[in-house]
């Protein structure tokens, strides 16, 4: 099982970015996903999971209105739109398969001036 996420980076506040995670190694289309992230000194947090074909989709409330969570099941991969990023959104972000209980490998999202 493999899970890549990429799209990070640092960006300015009101700003935007889309992270993507390219899966493989288990049968996609049949696995709910979600993005997790984790700030320096809190504890990880669900920001938001979509069904195994996309029908259903669930946010935390601080990003609802700003980030829209996505899935091609032809390619294999669960995307992450985040606009109008602010300061506190800044962590590592992580993709998470449930089916197969695995974790992508994280990565960094900046929002700074």
């Known amino acids: 099982v493999q899970l890549v996420e990429s799209g990070g980076g640092l960006v300015q506040p009101g700003g935007s970015l889309r992270l993507s995670c390219a899966a493989s190694?288990?049968?996609?289309?049949?696995?709910?996903m979600s993005w997790y992230r984790q700030a320096p000194g809190k504890e990880r947090e669900l920001v938001a999971a979509?069904?195994?074909?996309?029908?259903?989709?669930n946010y935390v409330d601080s990003v609802k209105g700003r980030f829209t969570i996505s899935r091609d099941n032809a390619k294999n991969t669960v995307y992450l739109q985040m606009n109008s990023l602010k300061p506190e959104d800044t962590a590592v972000y992580y993709c998470?398969?449930?089916?197969?209980?695995?974790w992508g490998q994280g990565i960094q999202v900046t929002v700074s001036s």
């Open positions: 979509i069904s195994s074909a996309g029908g259903s989709r």
């Open positions: 190694g288990f049968t996609f289309s049949n696995s709910a």
């Open positions: 998470y398969a449930q089916r197969v209980y695995y």
